[in-house]
């Protein structure tokens, strides 16, 4: 099996996962003994964070998914925001923040759950007023903890030990960008991801009625 950052990869994650004998957790409470939290701050892209929400419910696997409010690629306030909060819910998936610091923007469209952008080390694992801070005691352990950043492993992937059922327990965090557009190496995959981009914008002003004649 190669470990590949793309869809195909990512089924192979999940089944790994079941066939450790894990559950699926989130961020309620503590994290119990054989739960594996899979974690999604979507950085870029609505369409990549649905795709991957498709493919865990398709598996019988649900998530957290961390949605920006001030992201600079997409706009969750607009239609397509909308439906993407609405789906992933329909899906079974839980919908929680993903802040930029120092502002939380919890409102009624999340679970009182936040992760930082880009956190810096001061703050990181500061608590935060009513809500989870995903990277605070008891949801973050060293130990326990996986993320794909920039596409790549700092621990290797972690496949294998999920097979095997070596975590006592997982936060496995991921960013749909890397999984569901194609590429190498991350400059790669941006590329293919700007490449859907174009494309969606073009859509944006057909729909803005724009002559694109
Ligand atoms: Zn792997
Ligand atoms: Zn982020």
Redesign the pocket.
């Known amino acids: 099996?190669s470990?590949g950052f793309d869809l195909a990869?990512y089924r192979?994650l999940l089944d790994a996962a079941a066939a450790g004998g894990y559950r699926w957790g989130g961020f309620e409470g503590a994290p119990e003994p054989g739960v594996v939290i899979l974690r999604h701050d979507v950085d870029l892209s609505l369409e990549a964070a649905l795709a991957l929400g498709d493919a865990e419910a398709e598996a019988g696997a649900w998530s957290t998914f961390f949605l920006m409010t001030r992201s600079v690629f997409y706009n969750l306030a607009s239609g397509e925001g909308e439906r993407t909060i609405d789906r992933l819910r329909a899906l079974g998936h839980r919908v929680a923040h993903h802040a930029v610091w120092p502002h939380v923007d919890l409102d009624e469209r999340f679970d009182p759950v936040v992760a930082w952008h880009n956190p810096d080390p001061e703050y990181m694992r500061e608590p935060i007023e009513a809500a989870v801070n995903v990277m605070s005691a008891p949801w973050f352990d060293p130990g326990r903890y996986r993320s794909d950043s920039n596409q790549h492993w700092r621990s290797g992937?972690p496949?294998e030990p999920l097979a095997r059922g070596e975590f006592d327990w997982l936060q496995l965090l991921t960013h749909p960008e890397i999984w569901v557009y194609d590429g190498a190496t991350m400059r790669e995959t941006m590329e293919s991801f700007l490449d859907a981009d174009r494309a969606a914008r073009l859509e944006h002003l057909r729909n803005d009625r724009i002559d694109l004649s």
């Open positions: 099996m470990c990869h192979d992937c496949h």
